[in-house]
C-alpha cells in the first residue's frame, strides 16, 4: 500500500512546509524507498505560469512544461526526481476538473456539491498521482509527500482539510499521516535554538501527540542540515514503525554525502562574489532556483558565494540624472564582482541596464552567463556595438526596429497569456565538439533541459555574428532556434536560452552555472584540462554503503547528460 504524509503548517505562511517536507522525503528515501511529492495550493489561478514573481516568487518549470510553485524546485533538488504538472494541485485545477465533468453529465443530474464532489475530487487526483513514477528506474513509489500550502484556518483551504480528513479513513491509519509544521514563539519570536523538553512535553499534551512526535526543527546554518536534524531526532524510526515501512537501519551513502556536503557548507574560507543583473532584485525568491544553481556550484568548488543583487534599472544612464548615489553604488557592486549573471525575465524596464552590464562583461573579459532574457540583450549588445547596428533589439521591446535580432516565436499564442509560451523540457545539439559548455556537459552531443520563453534569436542573422567569432554553438533539432551562444577569446562568455538552473541539483550542480563559478574562481582551465573533473578535496566520498535509489549518486563530476 502506498504510503502518504500529509504535511501542514499554522500560525502563520512560509513557516518551512517547504523545506520539511523535502526533508522527510530525502531521509526516507536514503533508506531505499521510492518517495514523491505532491504540492497543493489553494489559490483559484489553473497554475503559477501568469504570477508576478514578487507574487509567489519565481516560477518553476517542469519537463512537461508545467509551470508550478517554486517548491516543486525543492522536491526535485532534494530528492532528485523528475515531477509533472499534476504533481502541483491548485483549487483551479480542481473546480475546472469538476465543472468539466458537470458539463459532460458525469453526475447524471445531481446537485454538484463541495462535500462529496470536490472533495472527492481531491482524494482520486493525489490517489492517481502518487502512482506516477519520478525516479530514472519508472518505479511506482511507495511513499507520497504532500504539503498542503497556506495555513490551517484559511478559508480557501477548507475543502482540502475536509478532503484529508475522509482520507484518512479511505486508506487506513497505517498507511497515512500528518506533520503539522507551526511556530513556538520566542523571545525573538522565532524557535532560533532546540526546545527544552519541558516545553515539548507541553506541546504534547495540548496537541495531544506522543512527546516523540513533537519534533524540533529549529534554526541551522544551511537548508541541507534540516534531513540531518529529522534523522537525528528519530523521524525515521517513528514514520517506519507508524506506517509500518520495512526499512533498514544499515549506514546511508546518501545522508552520508549530505553531511559532507553540509560541514563542507561551514567551514568555506575562500569567497567568489557573482552580480545578479536582474528586475526582480528587491525579492530573492523571485530568482529562487538560479540562486541555489549559484549555491551547488559554489559547494562543488569549496568556496563561500556572495551575490550582488543589482537593480538593471540603476545601471541606466538616466538613473546617473535621477539619484547618482545609486547609479554609482550599481556600478562599484558590478565592477567589484568576480562573474555576472543576467537571468531570464520578460517587460522592457532594465533591459538597457543589463545591455551595458552585458558589454561591460565583454570589454572587460568578465566571466557572463545570460539566461533566456540573458542570452537575447547579449546578441543585441553584441549587434549594437560590434556589427554596428544601433537600434538592434528585441520586438518585444521595438516591434519597430530595423534589426530585430530577436523575434516572436511562431508556437507563441499572442491572445493568451497562460501556457503558451515554448515550455519545458526540450532538446539541444550541440554543433561544434570546440565549446566551452558541451565539455563542461561531459562531451555530450546534446542535452535536454527546459524552456520558458515566448522569443527567440532570429536565425536569418546567424552568419553576421559567426563571422564576428560570436557563435551558436547549440541549437534545437530542427537547426531553426538558436540555443547556446559562445564568444571567442573571452575566459568565459555563454548564454543559453533554456533555464538550466531548473535540472540543478546540490550534488550535480548545473553545467552552466558551474562554468560561472570555475571561471570567476580562476579554475575554469585547469578543470577543463583535468577532463572536468574537481579535484579530490572538491569530491565526496564513497564510504558507506549503497542502497536503492540512492545508489546512483556517484562522486562529484559532470558526467554526459544526453540521457536524461
Same mark, same amino acid.
Given at each position: ?5 500529509? =504535511? ?5 505562511? &512560509? ?48 519537463? @512537461? ?68 513514477? *519520478? ?6 513509489? $511507495? ?22 480528513? $475522509? ?12 506533520? #503539522? ?44 542540515? *534540516? ?43 575562500? #569567497? ?16 529562487? !532556483? =538560479? ?64 545591455? /551595458? ?30 556589427? &554596428?547596428?544601433? @537600434? ?41 565538439? +570546440? ?27 546567424? !552568419? ?25 577569446? /573571452? ?7 533554456? #533555464? ?10 548545473s553545467p552552466p552555472y558551474l562554468g560561472l563559478l570555475l571561471a570567476a574562481a580562476g579554475k ?6 583535468? &577532463? ?30 544526453? +540521457?536524461?
Amino acid at each position: 500500500m502506498m504510503k502518504y504524509i500529509l =504535511v501542514t503548517g499554522g500560525v502563520i505562511s &512560509g513557516i518551512g512546509k517547504g523545506i520539511i517536507a523535502s526533508s522527510v522525503g530525502t531521509i526516507l528515501k536514503s533508506c531505499g524507498l521510492h518517495v514523491t511529492a505532491i504540492k497543493i495550493d489553494p489559490y483559484i489561478n489553473i497554475d503559477a505560469g501568469t504570477f508576478s514573481p514578487y507574487e509567489h516568487g519565481e516560477v518553476f518549470v517542469l519537463d @512537461d512544461g508545467g509551470e508550478v510553485d517554486l517548491d516543486l524546485g525543492n522536491y526535485e533538488r532534494f530528492l532528485d526526481i523528475r515531477l509533472t504538472r499534476d504533481n502541483n494541485l491548485t483549487t483551479g485545477k480542481i473546480y475546472q476538473s469538476v465543472i468539466n465533468k458537470e458539463r459532460r453529465g458525469d453526475y447524471l443530474g445531481k446537485t454538484v456539491q463541495v462535500v462529496p464532489h470536490i472533495t472527492d475530487a481531491i482524494q482520486e487526483w493525489v490517489m492517481k498521482q502518487a502512482q506516477v513514477p *519520478v525516479d530514472d528506474d519508472d518505479i511506482e513509489p $511507495q511513499v507520497c509527500v504532500i504539503e498542503l500550502g497556506g495555513t490551517v484556518g484559511d478559508i480557501e483551504s477548507m475543502p482540502f482539510i475536509e478532503a484529508f480528513r $475522509q482520507f484518512q479513513f479511505k486508506v487506513k491509519r497505517e498507511n497515512f499521516c500528518n506533520i #503539522h509544521v507551526s511556530l513556538i514563539p520566542q523571545i525573538m519570536c522565532r524557535c532560533t535554538t532546540a526546545l527544552e523538553n519541558s516545553v515539548k512535553e507541553k506541546i504534547s499534551m495540548f496537541c495531544h501527540v506522543e512527546p516523540q512526535q513533537v519534533i524540533c526543527v529549529h534554526d541551522v546554518s544551511s537548508i541541507y542540515r *534540516v534531513p540531518l536534524l529529522l534523522e537525528d531526532q528519530g523521524v525515521v524510526s517513528y514514520l517506519s514503525r507508524r506506517l509500518n515501512m520495512p526499512i533498514e537501519t544499515r549506514p546511508r551513502k546518501m545522508l552520508t554525502k549530505w553531511k559532507e556536503m553540509s560541514d563542507r557548507s561551514d567551514r568555506l574560507l575562500e #569567497h567568489c562574489s557573482i552580480a545578479l543583473v536582474g528586475k526582480y532584485t528587491k525579492f530573492s525568491d523571485s530568482y529562487a !532556483s =538560479v540562486i541555489k544553481a549559484l549555491e551547488h556550484s559554489a559547494l562543488a568548488i569549496s568556496h563561500k558565494l556572495e551575490v550582488k543583487y543589482i537593480d538593471s534599472a540603476n545601471l541606466e544612464p538616466s538613473t546617473l540624472q535621477e539619484d547618482p548615489v545609486k547609479y554609482h553604488e550599481a556600478w562599484q557592486k558590478l565592477c567589484s564582482s568576480d562573474g555576472i549573471l543576467v537571468p531570464g525575465g520578460f517587460g522592457v524596464r532594465g533591459t538597457e541596464g543589463k545591455i /551595458h552590464a552585458i558589454n561591460w562583461a565583454r570589454k572587460q573579459k568578465k566571466p557572463f552567463l545570460g539566461v533566456c532574457l540573458g542570452m537575447q540583450l547579449a546578441v543585441c549588445e553584441f549587434a549594437r556595438n560590434v556589427l &554596428g547596428w544601433t @537600434d538592434a533589439n528585441s520586438t518585444e521591446f521595438d516591434p519597430e526596429t530595423k534589426h530585430p535580432v530577436v523575434i516572436d516565436m511562431p508556437e507563441h499564442n499572442p491572445g493568451q497569456m497562460g501556457g503558451t509560451m515554448r515550455l519545458g523540457k526540450r532538446r539541444t545539439i550541440f554543433q561544434t565538439t +570546440n565549446s566551452t559548455l558541451r565539455k563542461l556537459y561531459g562531451d555530450a552531443e546534446y542535452v535536454d533541459e527546459r524552456h520558458r520563453h515566448r522569443f527567440e534569436v532570429n536565425p536569418e542573422l546567424k !552568419s553576421h555574428f559567426d563571422e564576428k567569432g560570436f557563435r551558436f554553438v547549440g541549437q534545437d533539432v530542427e537547426g531553426e532556434r538558436m540555443e547556446v551562444i559562445e564568444l571567442d577569446d /573571452h575566459p568565459y562568455f555563454i548564454g543559453v536560452q533554456y #533555464h538550466p538552473e531548473f535540472t540543478s541539483r546540490p550534488i550535480k550542480p548545473s553545467p552552466p552555472y558551474l562554468g560561472l563559478l570555475l571561471a570567476a574562481a580562476g579554475k575554469l582551465q585547469s578543470y577543463l584540462q583535468k &577532463g572536468c573533473r574537481l579535484s579530490p578535496r572538491d569530491t565526496y566520498s564513497d564510504r558507506s554503503g549503497s542502497s536503492t535509489p540512492d545508489s546512483e549518486i556517484s562522486e562529484l563530476k559532470l558526467p554526459s547528460l544526453s +540521457n536524461e
